[in-house]
């Protein structure tokens, strides 16, 4: 918010078309139906990457960010580290989703990563919160 408290669109979350967990193909095929409504609103357009995008087009021209999320499997490929660099290097923000331990965030961050998600800080996992939450205080 700006100090007159309206949105500002410039400072807005990019905001992200609607996935199809493990589908890039039908990802794309949603991104498609609904970046014009999106981008026709003035918010910045982003792509949450998902299995099988590395045989696909990314249509780079259009996004202000991209979202790494996909399945475990196909998030410890090479895909998604291609992906950030390939945003990185256009000037894209990079969110990356369940991120659950320091670990996952140190090595995205190191990727380029600009933010990230996780249920551990929501829910009562014995240990990881505690890790993660001594993580971000040491980091403030």
């Not at 014009?36 to 990457?49: D, K, M, N, V």
């Not at 990314?58 to 490929?77: E, H, M, N, Q, Y």
């Not at 829910?123 to 890790?131: I, L, Y």
């Amino acid at each position: 918010y700006t100090t007159t408290d309206t949105l500002s669109l410039h400072d807005a979350l990019p905001i992200f078309a609607p996935d199809v967990p493990g589908s890039a193909r039908r990802t794309l095929e949603l991104f498609s139906e609904f970046a014009p409504a999106i981008s026709s609103l003035q918010f910045p357009l982003a792509l949450a990457c998902q299995d099988g995008l590395q045989d696909l087009e990314i249509p780079w021209s259009l996004l202000s960010a991209v979202f790494i999320a996909g399945s475990p499997d196909w998030r410890k490929t090479d895909c998604p580290k291609h992906i950030i660099a390939a945003a990185k290097w256009r000037g894209l923000w990079v969110h990356v989703g369940r991120v659950s331990n320091p670990e996952q965030w140190e090595y995205y961050r190191k990727l380029g990563a600009d933010s990230a998600d996780s249920s551990a800080l929501v829910r009562p996992f014995p240990g990881r919160t505690d890790a993660i939450s001594k993580y971000f205080k040491g980091a403030i």
